[in-house]
């Protein structure tokens, strides 16, 4: 601890990267640690801005529960900013919680995860951190990145009294409920070799986590756990999936084959909801990067074993497109069709990722006209991922924040996020305004179906194969 802080502070804690993890990860740290002082720093103005932002309206991640927790803790024992090298230099602490994403160019493009975010934030560290520091890598990483960051630190040494150890703490968080995981985690996962090192940061999370939930283990099994349980989570997910399809032929209920596999608790109940396929930042780039590891060690067969989890994934939210357009007899061309959620899934603005990505691209390259609706995205970050995917027509899909108005005129209505608000919607009403026949596509299995009858509408729903001679329900 760099002594005359020590007055004021037990602890400086840095973090570099005020995104979806390091953002949350620091309000909760500093708000149950008021004797440590925590500074976020981030090459992004605008989202330093957002994190500052007098009213609390422009936070730039929403999580329930952040603003209050940040009205407790900004410019007490948290604060933001773009003053990298200056903190960096004053911290006893440092998270990286900077992006990895997949690489675009170069070797292991499209599947290995890009680390020179990463590498910059070691080198930055190793120039201007003064005396000994503790580098802690958030960021989901390939294993063995804690070797690279490593050796970039250890350039520094020479002639220097700079002293560093690293540490692997990856983040479970999942978007939606950041505030909730991070305050009542499953575990925390602590990799490392330096003892010292690693019971500090243990101490840290003991203000609010049970000891016997703080596992530690070496620096490569802590690397590797956080990229085997997203593709674990994920292959649950696409294995749900995978049996949607049987179910819409056969007559089963997905519902029911989830709740009674999930009884057995070798399988568990948890992560068994069919839907689109999964979205997010984590699941399609750590499968990715997972099985490139595989193939980088000569395991073809592991790789090509994880990488079924994405093929099933791509191909269900591909199936829904199609599905769409054959129910639309084989052409959407012109048709006004209703997005309901553009956002990876219910409870954030995130939409990395997001099956509405893909699923409305399918449709507007069939030449339907898109209304898009979703209560925490908006039309600039729309426009973003569809330029980001190469598609730069901005004449045939809007934005609305109205739900009657992106309904009204359309010819179908393709729920895809589960908002609660949407299930909460009275058909009989807005299908009065829906072009005749009129159909809804439920990915997500929220629309109460008690809601539709007598409506006067096709249904489909995912996972269920909808018996029509009841009633207009198709
Ligand atoms: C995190 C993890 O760190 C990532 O590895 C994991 O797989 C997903 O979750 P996340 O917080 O979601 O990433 O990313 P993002 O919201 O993009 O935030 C990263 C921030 O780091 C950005 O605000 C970016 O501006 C910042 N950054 C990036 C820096 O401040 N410095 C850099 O050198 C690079
Ligand atoms: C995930 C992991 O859950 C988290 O532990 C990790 O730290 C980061 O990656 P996140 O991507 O934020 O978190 O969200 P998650 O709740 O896991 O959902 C991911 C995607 O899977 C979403 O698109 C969601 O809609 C989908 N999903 C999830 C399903 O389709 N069915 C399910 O049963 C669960």
Redo the contacts with the bound molecule.
Sequence with gaps: MKANLLKEYQLRVCC????????PTMVVIANHCPDILVNV????QR?IDGWNCKDFKNL??YEKGLESLLRKTRNKNLFFSNN?SEQISKADLIFI????PTKKNGVGAGKASDLK?IE??ARQIAKYAKTHTIVVE????PVKTAEVIEKILNQELINSNKTFSVLSNP?FLAEGSAIKDLENPQRVLIGGKDKKSLDLLSSIYSRWVEPKKIITTNLWSSELSKLTANAFLAQKISSINSITSLCEKTGAEINEVANAIGTDPRIGKEFLSAGPGFGG??FK??ILNLSYLCEYYGLKEVADYWYGVLKINIWQQKRISNLIIDKLNGTVSDKKIAILGFSFKADTNDTRESPAIDICLNLLEEGANLAIHDPKVETHQIKKEFNERNYNESSKWIYSSNINEVINQSYAVILITEWAIYKQLKWKELVKTMIKPAWIFDTRMVINEVELIDANINYWRIGNKINSSSSNII
């Design positions: 570099i990267g005020a995104g979806y993890v390091g953002g720093v981030d090459i992004d989202k730039p991640v990298v919680c900077v992006n990895t975010w910059l934030c958030k960021s989901t990483v983040e930042s984590c780039k750590d």
